[in-house]
């Protein structure tokens, strides 16, 4: 059977809800389109870390892929190939962490992190990611997760869906932890995500 394949962060991983294997917009679209589901979607995933995910992965040639990018303050040091681990080792550096004193991401705000360098690297990963599928002819869409998280890069257009992720958890109840979207936005989301595949909603 033909997979889909998702890339993302806890959004996509399916955090916080009872049942995510069953329950995540990548579950419930992929048995709608009939394919198998490979959800390579990781908690607190960076941007870099998503391209890194695709950049190591063993795509066929009627895979669907969808990526749904992360935050642009987010980044992470990779120290493993998941080729070799079968999944990244590294250390993920985000806003939240340095709020809560972990010492690594304390460390990259307090001396790497800028605005400008953020918006420009998080751009890079996402015109790699797309130029790499667009050379091993990989079908794919993209989605993002803000507005005001999506940099102004040469792909930002490129088979991208005409919404993002706030559109959803915004409107909908979240889950059983009180911080990611619930079972509802997830359904919603895969619709829309179906509409705009193959013009069928899900609902």
């Given at each position: 059977?033909?997979?889909?394949?998702v890339?993302?962060?806890s959004?996509?991983?399916?955090?916080?809800?009872?049942?995510p294997?069953e329950?995540?917009?990548g579950?419930?679209?992929?048995?709608h389109?009939?394919?198998?589901?490979v959800n390579?979607?990781?908690q607190?995933?960076s941007?870099k870390?998503i391209a890194?995910s695709?950049n190591?992965f063993?795509f066929?040639p009627?895979?669907?892929?969808?990526?749904?990018w992360s935050?642009l303050n987010?980044?992470?040091?990779?120290?493993?190939s998941?080729?070799?681990e079968n999944?990244?080792?590294g250390?993920?550096?985000?806003a939240?962490?340095?709020?809560?004193?972990?010492?690594?991401?304390?460390c990259?705000f307090k001396y790497?992190y800028?605005?400008?360098?953020?918006?420009?690297?998080?751009?890079?990963?996402?015109?790699f990611s797309?130029d790499?599928?667009l050379s091993r002819?990989i079908?794919?869409k993209q989605?993002?997760?803000?507005?005001s998280?999506?940099?102004s890069?040469?792909?930002?257009?490129?088979?991208?869906?005409p919404?993002?992720?706030k559109?959803?958890?915004?409107?909908?109840?979240?889950?059983?932890d009180?911080?990611?979207?619930?079972p509802?936005g997830n359904?919603?989301?895969?619709s829309e995500i179906?509409?705009?595949?193959?013009?069928?909603?899900?609902?």
């Amino acid at each position: 059977m033909s997979r889909l394949v998702v890339f993302g962060c806890s959004n996509t991983e399916g955090q916080g809800l009872i049942n995510p294997k069953e329950e995540v917009w990548g579950a419930l679209l992929a048995q709608h389109l009939g394919r198998d589901l490979v959800n390579n979607a990781k908690q607190g995933a960076s941007n870099k870390y998503i391209a890194h995910s695709i950049n190591e992965f063993a795509f066929k040639p009627d895979d669907l892929a969808i990526i749904a990018w992360s935050y642009l303050n987010r980044s992470c040091v990779l120290r493993k190939s998941l080729r070799v681990e079968n999944e990244v080792e590294g250390t993920n550096l985000s806003a939240k962490g340095a709020s809560t004193g972990f010492e690594e991401s304390v460390c990259y705000f307090k001396y790497f992190y800028t605005d400008y360098d953020s918006e420009f690297t998080n751009g890079v990963f996402m015109d790699f990611s797309v130029d790499l599928l667009l050379s091993r002819e990989i079908e794919f869409k993209q989605f993002f997760i803000h507005p005001s998280e999506t940099p102004s890069h040469r792909h930002r257009s490129t088979n991208t869906f005409p919404f993002v992720f706030k559109d959803f958890y915004d409107n909908y109840p979240t889950a059983a932890d009180n911080a990611h979207m619930g079972p509802e936005g997830n359904i919603v989301l895969a619709s829309e995500i179906s509409k705009a595949i193959n013009g069928k909603y899900i609902i």
